[in-house]
Antibody
Framework: QVHLVQSGAEVKKPGASVKVSCRTSGYPFTDYPIYWLRQAPGQRLECMGWVNTVNGKVEISQKFQGRLTMTRDTSTNTAYMVLTSLTSADTALYFC???????????????????WGQGTHVVVSS | DIQMTQSPSSLSASVGDRVTITCRASHRINSYLNWYQQKPGKAPTLLIYGASSLQSGVPSRFSGSGSGTDFTLTISSLQPEDFATYYCQQSSSTLITFGQGTRVDIK
């Protein structure tokens, strides 16, 4: 059974950095990319970026360019996200998710998020 | 970025009602559209992928349709456990985007 387990809640001061981990199990880690998403209170889900679990290459949403680092460790099947220069606007629930590639009957292949971490609350407050 | 716009933003309905939620993409995305259900403080769960394919284990009262820029999620007979927020998500580009969500609550 596929599991994604994230690290625990964090409280940070403005200007600090936060590191969130996402430990996976139940499937070959390098078969699918891992995305990082977040959801501020009452807001929509927002894509921060994703990491290619095979080669470690990343794509980062423009909003987070210069502040976000994503890595992966294939020896422990774990993905990591570091967000720097935190402000109160970064207070949110952060998720990792497996981006599954599957067959859509009659339409070829497509991707969707089929497994998620439980979420990590990050609070930024002075 | 591909912008996703859902309507309505919220609705009130009763158990047994038929509920329809729409999602519009700012660019054509073929059938690269997924639907999720989310309850407060929890991760979303997949309902529909590829615009119209029902995820395994999801009740058949959920259905999806559409292609190109306009999509629909329908709940044929609303059940108590369906009161939640629903999101569409495009997978046409690697930097995926979600709609703003539709909250379904009890009338």
């Amino acid at each position: 059974q596929v599991h994604l387990v994230q690290s625990g809640a964090e409280v940070k001061k403005p200007g600090a950095s936060v590191k969130v981990s996402c430990r996976t199990s139940g499937y070959p880690f390098t078969d699918y990319p891992i995305y990082w998403l977040r959801q501020a209170p009452g807001q929509r889900l927002e894509c921060m970026g994703w990491v290619n679990t095979v080669n470690g290459k990343v794509e980062i949403s423009q909003k987070f360019q210069g502040r976000l680092t994503m890595t992966r460790d294939t020896s422990t099947n774990t993905a990591y996200m570091v967000l720097t220069s935190l402000t109160s606007a970064d207070t949110a629930l952060y998720f990792c998710a497996r981006y599954y590639l599957g067959v859509v009957r009659g339409k070829g292949t497509a991707n969707w998020f089929d497994s998620w971490g439980q979420g990590t609350h990050v609070v930024v407050s002075s | 970025d591909i912008q996703m716009t859902q309507s309505p933003s919220s609705l009130s309905a009763s158990v047994g009602d038929r509920v329809t939620i729409t999602c519009r993409a700012s660019h054509r995305i073929n059938s690269y559209l997924n639907w999720y259900q989310q309850k407060p403080g929890k991760a979303p769960t997949l309902l529909i992928y590829g615009a119209s394919s029902l995820q395994s284990g999801v009740p058949s009262r959920f259905s999806g349709s559409g292609s190109g820029t306009d999509f629909t999620l329908t709940i044929s007979s609303l059940q108590p456990e369906d009161f939640a927020t629903y999101y569409c998500q495009q997978s046409s580009s690697t930097l995926i985007t979600f709609g703003q969500g539709t909250r379904v609550d009890i009338k």
